[in-house]
Antibody
């Protein structure tokens, strides 16, 4: 059974850095073709693709956010960490950790709501 | 990279069929057979219902089907049920530089 769970702060202040951890089970990020990514959804709005960490350590970022984002993995702990700098109120959203198999998302975490507020 | 275009809302009566369109460009939908669809109920995480344009994951009802023509992909829900009332999002691979782009989302209402 594949599960993913996001953890991190529920509130951050403007200009601060957000660090979110995805802890997963039921698969290995060492397996060919597997990836772990991040998607976000502002309240009442559409999904937005953020970043992807692939099995071969390849990293991809949304072009509009790439200067704010960092993604790392700890294969031994089954974790992927997303860091987003200089948080703004427009970054308030539910952040989802997802599992890729090939080029598509197959599984989603439950999501973690992050509010940016002073 | 712009979001894929979906109708904001669609509705249908129980038992009817509806089709949700997802329009992209020759750089995403038109260039790859890597379109997926996700169903999202209020307050829940999205769930994969179609991948590779027209493949259903195990456990997903065969009332859901996908297709693609040119730069537009489509999701058809046949035999609408009350439980199909949800938001639906398409997603397409857009090349190694971006990876994925999502649609604007469609709210489906079962009358």
């Amino acid at each position: 059974q594949i599960t993913l769970k996001e953890s991190g702060p529920t509130v951050v202040k403007p200009t601060q850095t957000l660090t979110l951890t995805c802890t997963f089970s039921g698969f290995s990020l060492s397996t060919t073709g597997v990836g772990v990514g991040w998607i976000r959804q502002p309240p009442g709005k559409a999904l937005e693709w953020l970043a992807l960490m692939s099995w071969d350590d390849d990293k991809r970022f949304s072009p509009s956010l790439k200067t704010k984002l960092t993604i790392t993995k700890d294969t031994s702990k089954n974790q992927v960490v997303l860091t987003m700098t200089n948080m703004d109120t427009v970054d308030t959203a539910t952040y989802y950790c997802v599992q890729y198999f090939g080029y598509e998302i197959h599984y989603w975490g439950q999501g973690s709501l992050v509010a940016v507020s002073s | 990279q712009s979001a894929l275009t979906q109708p904001a809302s669609l509705s249908g009566s129980p038992g009817q069929s509806i089709t949700i369109s997802c329009t992209g460009t020759s750089s995403d939908v038109g260039n790859y057979n890597l379109v997926s669809w996700y169903q999202q109920h209020p307050g829940k995480a999205p769930k994969l219902i179609i991948y590779d344009v027209n493949e259903r994951p195990s456990g997903v009802s065969n009332r859901f089907s996908g297709s693609k023509s040119g730069n537009t992909a489509s999701l058809t829900i046949s035999g609408l049920l009350a439980e199909d009332e949800a938001d639906y999002y398409c997603c397409s691979y857009a090349g190694s530089g971006l990876v994925d782009v999502f649609g604007t989302g469609t709210k489906v209402t079962v009358l």
